[in-house]
């Protein structure tokens, strides 16, 4: 089954006048990756009231499966910057292009989205595909950047595909063509692997287990947890789960050694069949 990944950037804004990233993503607009992954490359204005809605239309004109939703946007230093969240508000006092700030943006949802791809592995992946300098931020900026994160972010908890914001260099840094060679190869690293855990996730015969969702909860106590929803379509088959169990993730393999990765309930014993279930884990700090 062919699968999509749309991978997203911006047009020019204030003195950018060239944004690397709407050039690498008109570039990889098309690529198809290893493994039979399309890239859908889509650049969005640099404006609050319409790059969110951009990125929606985007996103449902997708004509396969999404596999994984890639946002670029450029910042002012000279490393690759793997952004792991975006907030609910937004800050920055910089104009967009329409001369407007985010400050009056306020979302609904929890105040903070974060992604559940391993930041660790996608930095070893831009070093791979030629990355100087990689870095991790907790801050995405408050700007059409974080916007666009969080539009993604809340898309991929609701369909159960992961998202990811990347910011890219100014071309004073690292040229265009680098950049492309750089986030392509990155993307064909992530494609691959994917397209492999969904693999193991699948027996013979085609039954496949897939996330449909995630979304974080508070506890009574102040504290939070993720809440993952996933299905799969194996008829006629029960998890049942003892009562009192540790947090750190288990795996469970069912059904033709199908594993399942989840997180033991700390709640009641359940038993329910597996075509829908929810683990839950401790959300990331």
Do not use: K
Not at 28 to 35: A, F, K, S, T, Y
Not at 171 to 197: K, M, P
């Amino acid at each position: 089954m062919q699968r999509s990944l749309l991978l997203t950037g911006f047009e020019p804004f204030l003195d950018v006048r060239v944004n690397p990233s709407g050039e690498v993503v008109r570039r990889l607009d098309e690529r198809v990756l290893g493994g039979g992954a399309r890239v859908v490359g889509r650049e969005l204005p640099v404006s609050f009231e319409h790059a969110p809605h951009a990125f929606h239309r985007a996103f449902e004109a997708i004509d396969h499966e999404p596999l994984a939703i890639v946002s670029l946007g450029v910042h002012r230093g000279a490393p690759f910057r793997l952004e792991r969240g975006a907030r609910a508000v937004f800050e920055s006092a910089q104009l967009d292009n329409a001369g407007r700030t985010g400050a009056r943006v306020r979302l609904e949802g929890p105040e903070r989205r974060s992604t559940d791809l391993d930041l660790e592995r996608c930095s070893a992946w831009l070093t791979e595909a030629g990355a100087a300098e990689v870095i991790v931020s907790d801050d995405a900026g408050g700007y059409l950047c974080e916007r666009v994160y969080r539009a993604g972010l809340d898309t991929a908890a609701r369909v159960g595909v992961p998202a990811l914001f990347l910011h890219v260099p100014p071309v004073e840094h690292v040229h265009v063509d680098d950049q492309e060679r750089i986030v392509s190869g990155f993307l064909e690293r992530l494609a691959a692997s994917l397209a492999a855990a969904e693999s193991t996730a699948a027996p013979p015969g085609g039954n496949r287990l897939r996330r449909r969702g995630v979304e974080t909860r508070g506890g009574s106590r102040g504290d939070h947890y993720s809440v993952a929803t996933f299905e799969a379509r194996v008829p006629d088959i029960a998890i049942s789960m003892p009562r009192s169990m540790d947090w750190p993730p288990m795996s469970i393999a069912i059904a033709m050694s199908m594993p399942i990765e989840m997180s033991a309930l700390r709640s009641r014993p359940w038993t329910c069949p597996l075509l829908m279930f929810q683990s839950s884990s401790p959300a990331p700090s």
